[in-house]
């Protein structure tokens, strides 16, 4: 994705009215352009290879062909393009799969508008992004691993993460936003951005996801 143009996104949702809505909602910003519209998978994945979206908005529950699998194939036939979960379920059911299947990151449908904006640009970049109730449940998850044996455990970072980087890392894992995290530390989101950028270098991952597997391997979430 070039920075001089818009991030362009590919809305799959099986609800016209939906779909409509989404598309209307997103357009209105001059950082998204909205290059299609489908009603299920198969649709979906003919218009990916038409039209070479960065994100799709991704719903899961759909005729046809369902989200998770269409995410499934979309990692495998176009692993560049960014699949960002957007769907009214949280259970276990949903989310694991859906993140397994390759998604960057899961938001509900009640999500403000800010918010979902900062998610499609965050999803371009190839960071992710996680609802707080879905990062609570991989956290959850995560807490119940075993413990890895004293010999493969990780060995600590050569540039350790700052107090405030260590907040900045909560607050990713807690799947705060850019923009929600800046708030909750009373900085600003470009500080925020920052924080981010130095973290993720520190550890040695690319996104937010792998930035909290990584933490909790170190102890440090």
Known sequence: MSADRPVRVLVVDDQTLFREALTTLLEVREEVEVVGAA??????????????PDVVLMDLRMPVLDGVAATRRLRVEHPEVRVLVLTTFDGDDEVFPALRAGAVGYLLKDVTAPRLLD???AAARGESVLQPSVAAKVLARLSQLPDLPHQARPQPLVDPLTHRELEVLRALADGFSNREAAER??????????????????LGVRDRTQAALRARELGLL
């Open 119 to 121: 998610a499609v640009l």
């Open 185 to 202: 530390l009373y900085l600003s989101e470009g500080t925020v951005k920052n924080h981010v950028t130095n973290v993720l270098a520190k």
């Open 39 to 52: 009603g299920d998978g198969v649709q979906a994945l003919a218009l990916v290879a038409m039209l070479r």
